[in-house]
């Protein structure tokens, strides 16, 4: 607080105090000659209320830097009290001493101790009152900051852990392009170089996502075609698929949600000429609908590293209130993803 606000407050403060001394003593201040009584209330008033405000931010400050409200508020409270009204009495005592002697209302010679402690009870009154509009000033302050600062760890912990799930994406489907081209090269070379060629392509559809938290529904679709695609150099016709999607552009998904999941069918199913793996992707409502006949390997060749589902599962925690739904049933498995619309 600056020095022209604290002598504005506590002028207000003074006046306060001398308008109601006014109403009490009504009588006394409008007889003839009493007039001064009222500048002299006003000083007064004036001098008491900077002590003790000065004094309530003092200890204020002095317990701020070492004990908080939040951690430890029943001792603070307790401080709090005992420092100012201690403050109070001995500032209170010397004020009164000091006006009353220079106002010669007594000598060095014939103190009044009893007098003047009583002329520090109505201060210690209005120091409770300063008291309280102090402790509840530095307590909401302090609460306010401590939520602050908690939401601020907490936005940073969300947005480290959200970035964290996006870096898993890269090297994942790196992982597994790669095992799949290790066993088409054995198969095919004219196959691999032309899944490398692809894999390029869409590898620089991963780099340029990645960072993305949410990506429009039209431009995931065509990054999945394109996967479907490659995959189909590997398995030809014992992959099949389908993609009836209309309305696109006022919907959002996160990122490489489809290639996980589209990923997940390849790895975890049958796919061959008698048995052909059928994957289907369209829309229901306010869900994206990605399913596939539900064959599973017998041997599983691939270890599953357990990030796909997971994976699109915590970052719709992040994104919406709505979560994906997962229905397995014993032709078909099936994923709803959820889309956010732009307005979102």
Not at 43 to 51: L, M, R, T
Not at 76 to 102: K, W
Not at 193 to 214: D, G, P
Not at 317 to 323: T, W
């Amino acid at each position: 607080m600056s020095l022209p606000q604290f002598i504005l407050i506590n002028v207000g403060i003074a006046l306060l105090i001398t308008a109601i001394n006014f109403f009490i003593n009504f009588d006394f201040y409008t007889t003839p000659g009493n007039e001064i009584g009222i500048l002299r209330d006003f000083g007064f008033g004036f001098v008491f209320s900077a002590a003790l405000s000065f004094g309530g931010s003092q200890v204020d400050m002095f317990f701020d830097k070492r004990m908080s409200w939040i951690q430890k508020p029943a001792k603070r409270l307790i401080l709090t009290v005992v420092t100012y009204m201690a403050y109070t009495f001995i500032a209170s005592f010397l004020i009164v001493f000091t006006l009353a002697y220079f106002t010669g209302q007594f000598t060095l010679d014939d103190i009044p101790w009893s007098g003047i402690g009583q002329g520090t009870e109505s201060p210690m009154l209005f120091a409770l009152i300063f008291m309280a509009i102090f402790t509840t000033r530095s307590w909401l302050f302090e609460w306010r900051k401590s939520a602050i600062e908690a939401e601020q760890l907490r936005t940073e912990k969300i947005s480290t852990q959200y970035q964290s799930l996006k870096n898993q994406l890269n090297p994942h489907f790196l992982f597994n392009s790669l095992n799949v081209l290790s066993n088409l090269v054995y198969e095919d070379a004219d196959k691999s170089a032309e899944f490398i060629q692809k894999l390029s392509k869409i590898y620089r559809y991963v780099l340029e996502v990645q960072q993305e938290e949410l990506v429009p529904l039209e431009k995931e679709l065509g990054f999945a075609k394109n996967y479907l695609e490659l995959q189909k150099l590997r398995f030809e016709d014992s992959l099949a698929y389908s993609i009836k999607v209309t309305d696109e552009e006022s919907r959002q998904i996160p990122p490489l949600s489809l290639q996980l999941l589209l990923e997940n069918a390849i790895k975890h199913n049958e796919a061959s000429r008698n048995n052909p793996l059928f994957i289907e992707i369209f829309i229901d409502e306010n869900d994206l609908i990605v399913s596939n006949t539900y064959q599973p390997k017998r041997v599983q060749h691939e270890e599953s590293t357990g990030i796909g589902l997971k994976n699109i599962d915590m970052r719709y925690e992040f994104l919406s209130s709505r979560k994906p739904l997962i229905v397995n049933s014993d032709d078909e498995f099936v994923v709803r993803l959820p889309m956010i619309a732009l307005e979102e």
